[in-house]
Nanobody
Framework: QVELVESGGGLVQAGGSLRLSCVVSARSFTGYPMGWFRQTPGMDREFVAAITWTGDKTYYGDSVKGRFTISRDNAKNTVYLQLNSLKPEDTAVYYC??????????????????WGQGTQVTVSS
């Protein structure tokens, strides 16, 4: 099965930065679109960012545009999310996901097939 392992979450003051990483279990699966979502307790997962196989296209949720950057290194089987200018409202569990079987819009959680375990990002004021 496909596994995604995240790291990089933590506690940071408002205005600070974090870099999240997600390593995919098999090199062959890094040739598919990847996305980042976030979720707070009791809420639906919110689209954060997505990137195509080649990295030529990226997409961002309105709340993070201009602050977060998604990238990927297929040789390392890894997708990254750089979080800058963090705000308390960015506090959430962040999940990475891969679109393996589905196709279509990358901004919908239902379009992804495998998910990481999530990593907690907490931004204090």
């Amino acid at each position: 099965q496909v596994e995604l392992v995240e790291s990089g979450g933590g506690l940071v003051q408002a205005g600070g930065s974090l870099r999240l990483s997600c390593v995919v279990s098999a090199r062959s699966f890094t040739g598919y679109p990847m996305g980042w979502f976030r979720q707070t307790p009791g809420m639906d997962r919110e689209f954060v960012a997505a990137i195509t196989w080649t990295g030529d296209k990226t997409y961002y949720g309105d709340s993070v545009k201009g602050r977060f950057t998604i990238s990927r290194d297929n040789a390392k089987n890894t997708v990254y999310l750089q979080l800058n200018s963090l705000k308390p409202e960015d506090t959430a569990v962040y999940y990475c996901a891969v679109q393996l079987y589905n196709s279509g819009s990358l901004s919908y959680a239902r379009m992804y097939d495998f998910w990481g375990q999530g990593t907690q990002v907490t931004v204090s004021s």
